[in-house]
């Protein structure tokens, strides 16, 4: 599929009904369409996009496309598939936990973002003292001025600051956090069904290039 520029009305008609007749049963007697109007063109969407990250960070991006089948072994939700498509981007680099890239369809939902969502425990140490320094400053300020812009911005994670911490420190809301992304959630789903998607979600990721060069300066490792 060369030149992918957005996905067919028929993927998220797809999805649509998915959620409404999600079963194992329904989803075999269309998994054709599934195989073409879905997982097809996710994947020229993801290389597509691939090439563009490149050529906006100058990284190599290694793309991921999220499983339709759902993991229900402790879920008390017992339907079988993801009624959404997910897929990441994330610099092919030595980093530890460098920031991440995202898009996200769903019937009700479009969203592209980027950040750490949440830093492992091996890297949540050099994040915390990251954003005791004044890395945490400009972190506060980032998610302040893209605020303004409209962009969704991840709530720190902790009522209080963690301990090891002075509990009157001037960067509270960045060492509340455990990672920082932000979001900008498109006017509708349908969007992604219309030509010039694959630029529009371009145009959103350089609005988001900043928390990508705050996170990826940060030596958490």
Known sequence: MPGFDHFSADALRFLTDLKANN?????????????TEVRAPAKAFAATMAEALEVLTG?????????????????SDKTPYNAHIHVSFAPETSAAQPP??????????????????RYDKDNLPGFRAAMASAQGAALMALAAR??????????????????????????????RRKGF??????????????????QEVMREMQALLPIHALLSGLDVG
């Open 100 to 117: 991440m890239w995202f898009v996200g369809l769903s019937p009700e939902r479009l969203t592209v973002g980027c950040g750490v969502f």
């Open 59 to 75: 990284e190599v991006q290694r793309t991921k496309i999220y499983r339709i089948n759902r993991d229900i072994r402790f879920s």
């Open 23 to 35: 079963s194992r049963e329904w989803f075999a007697a269309r998994r054709k369409i599934y195989e």
């Open 146 to 175: 893209l605020s303004r812009q409209g962009l969704r911005i991840s709530e720190p994670d902790l009522k209080r600051i963690p301990p090891g911490f002075d509990k009157d420190h001037p960067h509270a809301d960045a060492l």
């Open 181 to 198: 992304s932000g979001w900008r959630d498109l006017d509708t789903p349908a969007r992604a069904t219309q030509p010039g998607f694959v």
